[in-house]
């Protein structure tokens, strides 16, 4: 116990001894274990972000969209969904608690000397709850409008501010294509989703979007963009999924491969987390192949650090020191900085995880685990790439050492 104390305190004091060799070789690993630290915080903060604008679709929400790509040929006609699939949805699905359909293109619209394209939703009230959004101000179309065809809008939160920067947009009227909308409500702030700014929407029935928008295109009744809707239950989700597929294919008389595709929250979640898990180890190699750099520095270093103290390594083994004391002194020394470069690289890495929480959307985070695994990884590198110079050290003939002297 007492040689290891004695071996750490003659180690402190010879990398103080060359301060400039000892700094220069800490901030190669600090680098290293910043990158490391860093980029684990931003690779987990981006997927919680995924994980909560996922969440914003809505509760126990599916998601059904035409997949033509996919169909081959049928005994059968199949066809893309319309507005009567929804319809049958609704009604013949049990385990279904509300449906949206959704009939989706990107439209300029007008007011006075502004002109904005942007994503126009012909939609049902249904809307409101199967994708979890509020109006903030007004009111949402309801189903008589929606047989009425009534020309009505509801514009997201970032598009009325866009149309109406300095007056109140309820009671106006904007102009898409031939067709004079007015507002009836703004929608409260949803934010982004998968790159798609949702409050520069706007929300019109999904009778007028198809009547004045888009037309009819499809010889099988109103084509939508997707229908989206909601078990009754976590429960509910995978009976809902299995429900509305055999129904569907019922409808489309399909014998082979569908012509849609049903998504749920869980599997745009683990697509979400097998990309920002890919995407945080390529990071995270990418930050240790600064490491092993850092490494090969330390070995360089080390070596450079033997030849430069040949002298004394031939005086202690002249005076009793074993090749097994120089071996454990050296390896004491490069421990001693790896130790240092990994505990002030995690330092700084978790103080930029905190500053990138607190000035960006990320909520990024490390877990203290990954803290000791990385000063652990850092100590283990150095470990391993100071043993040969050690080694070399443990090696001298103290007699050629000692000619140095002279």
Known sequence: MIKFW?????????LKADKLRSILTTISLIIGNTSVILLVGIGEGAKQLATEELASFGHNMLYVIPDKGNVRETKGNSKTLVLADADAIAKQVPSVSAVAPQIKAKELINYGNLSLEVNVVGTTPEFLSVRNFEVARGHFFDQQQIQRQDLVVVLGADLAKNLFPQQDPLGKKIRLKDTRLK????????????????????????????????????????????????AKDKDSVRAAEFQVRNLLRLRHKITDQDDFAIHTQDKFLQTSNLVSLGLTAALVAIAGVSLVVSGIGIMNVMVMSVKARTAEIGLRKAVGASGRDILTQFLIETILLSLLGGV???????????????????????????????????????????????????????????????
């Not at 409260?188 to 037309?215: C, H, R, W, Y």
């Open 183 to 230: 507002v009836i409500g703004v929608m409260a702030a949803k934010g982004s989703l998968l790159e798609s700014n949702q409050d520069k929407s706007a929300f019109i029935p999904v009778t007028t979007m198809a009547k004045k928008v888009v037309g009819n295109t499809s010889p099988y009744g109103v084509e939508v963009s997707a229908i989206t809707f909601t």
């Open 344 to 406: 002030m690289g995690a330092g700084i890495g978790t103080g930029g995880v905190i500053l990138v929480t607190l000035t960006t959307p990320l909520q990024a985070s490390v877990a203290p685990i990954a803290v000791v695994i990385a000063i652990a990884n850092s100590c283990g590198i150095g470990l391993c790439f100071g043993v040969i110079p050690a080694k070399r050290a443990a090696k001298l003939d103290p007699i050629v050492a000692l000619r140095n002297l002279t």
């Open 6 to 14: 004695d071996g750490i305190k003659t180690a402190t004091n010879s």
